[in-house]
């Protein structure tokens, strides 16, 4: 990337001379160091986990000649779109530098209320699902609310929920422990496959889409005199995205056919990464998680930027245990238990979500979801115990977290917090 | 009708001429007074100093302006008129810009981010969505350019990349962005190098120019009778005493200063101005 801006009047050689030797030498060394930073811990942190998920599939893919197949990778969809979901909330306490320990249990109690309130009380598939997010909400307000209103540790306050809602979800279940989903307005969303008609151009759109804005947003720059990536740069983003898109329909369409959740789940990641990057709203959630004190001076109410985070992150939990109960057709007591709450949370800070706040993008639900689902869908076609499966998981999830310490502490180095 | 003519400062004219006047601010913590009936005033295209000893109560003044930490007494003329500050909100609507010594910049955002910083602009007709990045980037360029900031190599740049110099550019480039008509300036040159203070000072010398009231609260007797007009002194949290910048006032401003009597020895942190 070009550092020295067009238009500038003075670039940094003429400026070192009132700066002085030393503010010469010390643009200099920045600019170097900032082309080595940007490779190890920048722009290329998403590429750093598109890297690790290729070392994954070409290990797995030796291993077992299943793994790398049509019905092994709509599987493998499938299987990430409910911890996917969940993730798209984590993403978000994690950039207040936040954590929310309580979504696995939240995402199986609203699972439960919406597959109670189906089948039990017959309600309509639309109106159960949204009871069910309600409560997703409500959680996230009351949570929120005593975390930012009360300045609780949101560690504790959602550890106390992660233990209070497992108990409710039981509650709800009541004696027969079990809820069985009929209603195909609520199985639909993850049994539903689209043809390979609707596939391609779901595809079509979705490039159009992606090269129209690049397009649209560079003339736009072009035309306010700013400076813009050269063509070569967007013609490859635009490539790439296009490529992946056009390789993903290829192969669920030689399938089954492009599932529905996985459509809700990249509609999920493209809505929530807007609503961070292109609204008043996430600036202010970047800020809080960069520097609260500063967020507050600049008159942003922190306290409702916490608290509309923790209900956007219960509210989708509750989705993503909708989604979960919608592939299982039913609701038990173990529900939002089990490792899904370590996973929801592993996959973003894998793909280079900071767990100190700040930094990180909803893609890395995504992509975090895709390494950890691939691992689990991994080792089970190789029949591994679940033991092997927890410390690899594991394994991997403590490298990407010794991996964001060193970015920071290098950062430090540099005089960056 | 007052003479200032700078821009920006005429439109509402005080009747006496201070565009900001404090008047007996109080403020106690617990058990400590921390401020006893302070009074202070800022003209238009003025430069007042602040100084004052470790816990004389400058920063406790000015956060009292800036609204962070409201004064338990007193009373707040801005043009004349009586107002009331509560929060930094109130002090921002007034037209009061605070830069604090901590600058409180988002490290992890860039310099357009951080220049608009609460006050996004956006474009559309829904509230907050989407942001403008565009025309902030191009006001961002054109704010620095009328700040004559060369040192930015590119307003993209994270503020945490920055140097302190570049840092405090942007603080201040950030606080006259919402137009202000007083900057209040918490030790701007504080752990500055020479040259960087020197570009600071000459930033805060371009206030003036544009008929701004700034408060420069400083240690630096030698930054303060560089570019200061007036030097207000605060003691143990009370006046202590009001000089007009010029060099023949600097053994004056240190009695008053360390309440030592003038023919007192100098104190370690005084050489430089005494030189």
Same mark, same amino acid.
């Given at each position: 990337?070009?550092?020295?801006?067009?238009?500038?009047?003075?670039?940094?050689?003429?400026?070192?001379?009132?700066?002085?030797?030393?503010?010469?030498?010390?643009?200099?060394?920045?600019?170097?160091?900032?082309?080595?930073?940007?490779?190890?811990?920048?722009?290329?942190?998403?590429?750093?986990?598109?890297?690790?998920?290729?070392?994954?599939?070409?290990?797995?893919?030796?291993?077992?000649?299943?793994?790398?197949?049509?019905?092994?990778?709509?599987?493998?969809?499938?299987?990430?779109?409910?911890?996917?979901?969940?993730?798209?909330?984590?993403?978000?306490?994690?950039?207040?530098?936040?954590?929310?320990?309580?979504?696995?249990?939240?995402?199986?109690?609203?699972? $439960?209320?919406? =597959?109670?309130?189906?089948?039990?009380? #017959?309600?309509?598939?639309?109106?159960? *699902? +949204?009871? /069910? @997010?309600? %409560?997703?909400?409500?959680?996230?307000?009351?949570?929120?609310?005593?975390?930012?209103?009360?300045?609780?540790?949101?560690?504790?306050?959602?550890?106390?929920?992660?233990?209070?809602?497992?108990?409710?979800?039981?509650?709800?279940?009541?004696?027969?422990?079990?809820?069985?989903?009929?209603?195909?307005?609520?199985?639909?969303?993850?049994?539903?496959?689209?043809?390979?008609?609707?596939?391609?151009?779901?595809?079509?759109?979705?490039?159009?889409?992606?090269?129209?804005?690049?397009?649209?947003?560079?003339?736009?720059?072009?035309?306010?005199?700013?400076?813009?990536?050269?063509?070569?740069?967007?013609?490859?983003?635009?490539?790439?995205?296009?490529?992946?898109?056009? $390789?993903?329909? =290829?192969?669920?369409?030689?399938?089954? #056919?492009?599932?529905?959740?996985?459509? *809700? +789940?990249? /509609? @999920?990641? %493209?809505?929530?990464?807007?609503?961070?990057?292109?609204?008043?709203?996430?600036?202010?959630?970047?800020?809080?998680?960069?520097?609260?004190?500063?967020?507050?001076?600049?008159?942003?109410?922190?306290?409702?930027?916490?608290?509309?985070?923790?209900?956007?992150?219960?509210?989708?939990?509750?989705?993503?245990?909708?989604?979960?109960?919608?592939?299982?057709?039913?609701?038990?007591?173990?529900?939002?238990?089990?490792?899904?709450?370590?996973?929801?949370?592993?996959?973003?800070?894998?793909?280079?979500?900071?767990?100190?706040?700040?930094?990180?993008?909803?893609?890395?639900?995504?992509?975090?979801?895709?390494?950890?689902?691939?691992?689990?869908?991994?080792?089970?076609?190789?029949?591994?115990?679940?033991?092997?499966?927890?410390?690899?998981?594991?394994?991997?999830?403590?490298?990407?977290?010794? @991996?964001?310490?060193?970015?920071?502490?290098?950062?430090?180095?540099?005089?960056?917090? | 009708?007052?003479?200032?003519?700078?821009?920006?400062?005429?439109?509402?004219?005080?009747?006496?001429?201070?565009?900001?006047?404090?008047?007996?601010?109080?403020?106690?913590?617990?058990?400590?007074?921390?401020?006893?009936?302070?009074?202070?005033?800022?003209?238009?295209?003025?430069?007042?100093?602040?100084?004052?000893?470790?816990?004389?109560?400058?920063?406790?003044?000015?956060?009292?302006?800036?609204?962070?930490?409201?004064?338990?007494?007193?009373?707040?003329?801005?043009?004349?008129?009586?107002?009331?500050?509560?929060?930094?909100?109130?002090?921002?609507?007034?037209?009061?810009?605070?830069?604090?010594?901590?600058?409180?910049?988002?490290?992890?955002?860039?310099?357009?981010?951080?220049?608009?910083?609460?006050?996004?602009?956006?474009?559309?007709?829904?509230?907050?969505?989407?942001?403008?990045?565009?025309?902030?980037?191009?006001?961002?360029?054109?704010?620095?350019?009328?700040?004559?900031?060369?040192?930015?190599?590119?307003?993209?740049?994270?503020?945490?990349?920055?140097?302190?110099?570049?840092?405090?550019?942007?603080?201040?480039?950030?606080?006259?962005?919402?137009?202000?008509?007083?900057?209040?300036?918490?030790?701007?040159?504080?752990?500055?190098?020479?040259?960087?203070?020197?570009?600071?000072?000459?930033?805060?010398?371009?206030?003036?120019?544009?008929?701004?009231?700034?408060?420069?609260?400083?240690?630096?007797?030698?930054?303060?009778?560089?570019?200061?007009?007036?030097?207000?002194?605060?003691?143990?949290?009370?006046?202590?005493?009001?000089?007009?910048?010029?060099?023949?006032?600097?053994?004056?401003?240190?009695?008053?200063?360390?309440?030592?009597?003038?023919?007192?020895?100098?104190?370690?942190?005084?050489?430089?101005?005494?030189?």
């Amino acid at each position: 990337m070009s550092a020295t801006a067009p238009g500038a009047p003075a670039p940094d050689p003429t400026d070192a001379v009132p700066g002085g030797p030393g503010a010469g030498l010390a643009a200099e060394r920045v600019s170097l160091r900032d082309a080595a930073r940007r490779l190890a811990e920048g722009d290329l942190g998403s590429l750093r986990v598109v890297l690790v998920l290729v070392v994954i599939w070409t290990i797995f893919t030796i291993a077992n000649d299943r793994f790398l197949t049509a019905v092994n990778l709509t599987n493998l969809a499938l299987q990430i779109a409910a911890v996917g979901t969940i993730s798209v909330g984590v993403v978000l306490v994690l950039l207040l530098g936040e954590i929310d320990l309580s979504v696995g249990a939240v995402s199986g109690l609203a699972a $439960a209320v919406t =597959a109670t309130l189906s089948v039990k009380s #017959g309600w309509g598939a639309w109106p159960a *699902i +949204l009871a /069910g @997010l309600a %409560v997703g909400a409500a959680i996230g307000l009351l949570q929120g609310t005593l975390a930012t209103r009360l300045g609780i540790p949101s560690f504790v306050v959602t550890l106390a929920g992660l233990l209070g809602w497992q108990g409710a979800l039981l509650a709800v279940l009541g004696s027969e422990g079990t809820v069985n989903i009929s209603d195909p307005g609520i199985t639909k969303l993850a049994g539903t496959f689209f043809s390979d008609v609707v596939g391609w151009l779901v595809a079509a759109v979705c490039i159009a889409a992606i090269a129209l804005s690049t397009l649209g947003r560079r003339r736009r720059r072009l035309a306010a005199g700013l400076e813009v990536e050269p063509v070569a740069a967007v013609a490859l983003r635009v490539g790439a995205a296009a490529a992946g898109i056009l $390789a993903a329909v =290829a192969i669920v369409n030689a399938d089954r #056919g492009l599932p529905l959740a996985l459509v *809700i +789940l990249v /509609g @999920l990641v %493209v809505l929530v990464q807007g609503l961070i990057t292109r609204t008043t709203y996430g600036k202010h959630v970047f800020a809080v998680g960069g520097n609260a004190e500063a967020a507050r001076r600049a008159g942003i109410n922190v306290a409702r930027v916490r608290t509309i985070v923790f209900v956007l992150t219960s509210t989708l939990a509750a989705f993503g245990g909708i989604l979960a109960a919608s592939r299982l057709l039913a609701v038990n007591q173990s529900s939002g238990s089990g490792d899904l709450l370590l996973l929801a949370i592993a996959g973003p800070v894998i793909a280079g979500v900071s767990l100190f706040g700040g930094r990180g993008s909803v893609w890395g639900a995504l992509l975090g979801a895709l390494v950890i689902g691939s691992i689990s869908n991994g080792m089970d076609l190789l029949a591994l115990e679940s033991s092997v499966k927890f410390m690899v998981t594991g394994g991997v999830l403590l490298a990407a977290v010794a @991996l964001d310490a060193i970015g920071r502490q290098r950062r430090q180095a540099h005089g960056r917090l | 009708m007052t003479t200032e003519t700078q821009a920006g400062a005429s439109r509402a004219p005080a009747t006496d001429g201070a565009l900001l006047r404090l008047r007996g601010i109080s403020k106690r913590f617990g058990a400590v007074q921390a401020l006893s009936a302070v009074d202070l005033e800022v003209h238009a295209g003025e430069v007042v100093a602040l100084v004052g000893d470790n816990g004389a109560g400058k920063s406790t003044l000015i956060k009292a302006v800036a609204g962070v930490g409201p004064a338990d007494e007193g009373e707040i003329h801005l043009d004349g008129r009586a107002v009331r500050i509560n929060n930094p909100h109130d002090s921002a609507q007034l037209g009061i810009a605070c830069v604090y010594q901590d600058l409180a910049l988002c490290d992890n955002l860039d310099v357009v981010d951080n220049l608009f910083l609460g006050r996004e602009q956006t474009r559309g007709p829904v509230r907050g969505v989407p942001v403008d990045e565009i025309t902030m980037e191009q006001r961002a360029r054109e704010l620095l350019d009328s700040l004559a900031v060369r040192t930015l190599r590119s307003v993209r740049a994270e503020v945490g990349t920055l140097s302190g110099g570049q840092r405090q550019t942007v603080a201040i480039a950030r606080a006259m962005l919402g137009e202000p008509r007083i900057v209040i300036l918490d030790e701007p040159t504080a752990a500055l190098g020479v040259a960087q203070t020197a570009q600071v000072l000459s930033l805060v010398g371009r206030l003036r120019e544009r008929g701004l009231g700034v408060i420069l609260v400083s240690h630096n007797l030698a930054d303060v009778f560089t570019v200061a007009d007036r030097i207000a002194v605060l003691r143990l949290g009370r006046n202590g005493g009001e000089f007009p910048a010029e060099s023949r006032h600097q053994q004056a401003v240190v009695s008053a200063i360390t309440g030592a009597p003038e023919d007192g020895g100098p104190t370690p942190n005084d050489e430089e101005a005494i030189e």
